[in-house]
């Protein structure tokens, strides 16, 4: 069954049918569930944001990783800043705080930018990996089903105007670089 794509002028019919909109599209982040910290063997892995745009159901997720330069465990700080700061919980150059994602709750609103991401998965086996995409056949000999989703790109400042369309790409404005040197 083929992703049904919503671009901009368009509505989706209330369906069960699972919805990608296309790279570039802007729109508004509805948290679903608590942001929720991930743990493994009592020591925190990563925190995950569900939620929706304009009908597509989409996930953040943050890891926790440990740096190649110092060994130190912890969250890459842009990443974390850059969401607390749309979703209001954090103004340009207050501190970083990963804690505060938790804060995060169901209800909660936020502009971002979306992409898409792409995998494949066997019709035989089940497997799903983003590796086999560009192959035509699994390990296992199955045939491999495209498909895709949406991820978060980039978050946007609390206060943008989401237009629900891909933005073209080219130049960035004044603003949207500095976004991007402070996060």
């Keep these: 069954m083929p992703t049904q794509v919503v671009d901009f002028g368009e509505q989706a019919e209330h369906v069960d049918e699972f919805i990608t909109h296309p790279e570039g599209y802007e729109g508004v982040f509805v ?26 159901n989409v996930r953040e997720y943050m890891a926790r990783y440990r740096d190649k330069d ?3 465990m912890g969250f890459a ?13 954090r103004k340009h150059g207050d501190l970083v705080n990963p804690t505060k994602l938790l804060d995060i709750r169901k209800g ?5 930018k979306l992409k898409i991401h792409a995998y494949g998965k066997c019709k035989s086996c089940g497997r799903a990996d983003a590796d ?14 495209r498909r895709e989703r949406n991820e978060v790109d980039r978050w ?5 105007q989401v237009s629900g369309a891909p933005k073209a790409a ?8 500095s976004n991007d040197a402070w996060g």
Excluded: H, N, W, Y
């Design 170 to 177: 080219g130049r960035q404005t004044e603003t949207e670089a």
């Design 31 to 56: 948290v679903s569930q608590d942001a929720k910290k991930k743990e493994r063997d009592d020591d925190v892995i990563g925190v995950e944001i569900v939620g929706s745009v304009d009908g597509a």
């Design 156 to 160: 946007l400042e609390p206060d943008a």
């Design 108 to 112: 909660m609103r936020a502009p971002c």
């Design 70 to 72: 110092t060994g130190k």
């Design 77 to 89: 700080a842009f990443r974390v800043g850059g969401v607390l700061t749309a979703f209001g919980l």
């Design 132 to 145: 086999l995409v560009e192959q035509d056949k699994c390990r296992c000999g199955g045939v491999i089903d």
